[in-house]
């Protein structure tokens, strides 16, 4: 289980990115965090992993609390999350294998990381990660050479090699036509369902939330304005988390 409690960030200069934040997720769930861009959902995702500080409060996971890890634990903790990026985050000049492989760092001796050199079972897993998002046969191309879709599908590759236990997945898809966000999410539902992983997800789009979310979560200017099931996301709810003159689409 993931228990965030009383979680606050203030960036410098006084921004106050969060404001009290506290939720729980449990083992295996699907959590779709939704809000307008800049009401704190990405520094929520990378708090949870301390990609981000947080100022105040605790993150604790199966009963460890992850804002008092040492930086050594904390590289263990990272071995089990793995985070996929809205713009891939990729070596753009390196194969897409190459980028794959990355997510195997956090196990392998810095030696061998620092040459790419990598056991063949790892590489097994690369390929066989790679397969399940069908993106095999691009292995050798460089990064670059890729439509958008197929880079983020090396991002969630790269995430699978890590066998996670937790998916954090900021805004996946929102550089992505539709057809193309459905299908990063169907690979997101696939981990999810068959690995047991448990996935964090930003979405702007409440027909992703609708069907792809067990349960989702609402940010307005860093405040926690819902947790519940998607569908009790009324007219009047979404007002509240989106401001009184946004339409509702899905």
Avoid at 54 to 65: F, K, M, R
Avoid at 83 to 108: C, D, E
Avoid at 125 to 140: F, G, S, W
Wanted: hydrophobic content about 40%; aromatic content about 6%.
């Amino acid at each position: 289980m993931l228990e965030v409690r009383n979680l606050t960030k203030i960036y410098d200069g006084g921004v106050l990115a969060l404001d009290n934040v506290s939720f729980s997720v449990e083992q295996g769930e699907f959590l779709a965090v939704i809000g307008l861009s800049g009401s704190g959902k990405s520094t929520l995702l990378r708090c949870i992993n301390r990609l981000v500080e947080p100022t105040e409060g605790q993150i604790l996971w199966n009963g460890v609390d992850i804002t008092a890890a040492s930086q050594d634990e904390l590289l263990r903790i990272r071995r089990k999350i793995g985070m996929v990026f809205q713009h891939f985050n990729l070596v753009t000049r390196s194969k897409v294998i190459t980028n794959v492989l990355a997510g195997r760092l956090g196990y392998v001796n810095t030696g061998r990381s620092m040459v790419n050199r990598f056991p063949k079972s790892d590489i097994d897993m690369a390929l066989k990660q790679m397969d399940r998002v069908d993106i095999t046969d691009q292995a050798y191309k460089r990064a670059d050479e890729l439509s958008g879709g197929q880079q983020q599908r090396v991002g969630i590759a790269r995430a699978m090699v890590q066998e996670p236990e937790m998916i954090l997945a900021d805004e996946p898809v929102a550089s992505l036509d539709p057809v193309l966000a459905h299908s990063i999410m169907q690979h997101l539902d696939q981990i999810n369902k068959e690995d047991g992983a448990t996935v964090l997800c930003s979405l702007h789009f409440l027909d992703l939330v609708h069907q792809y979310a067990d349960r989702a979560i609402a940010l307005n200017d860093g405040l926690l304005m819902f947790d519940g099931a998607p569908e009790a996301i009324d007219d009047e709810k979404f007002k509240e988390i989106y401001g009184k003159e946004a339409e509702r689409v899905g």
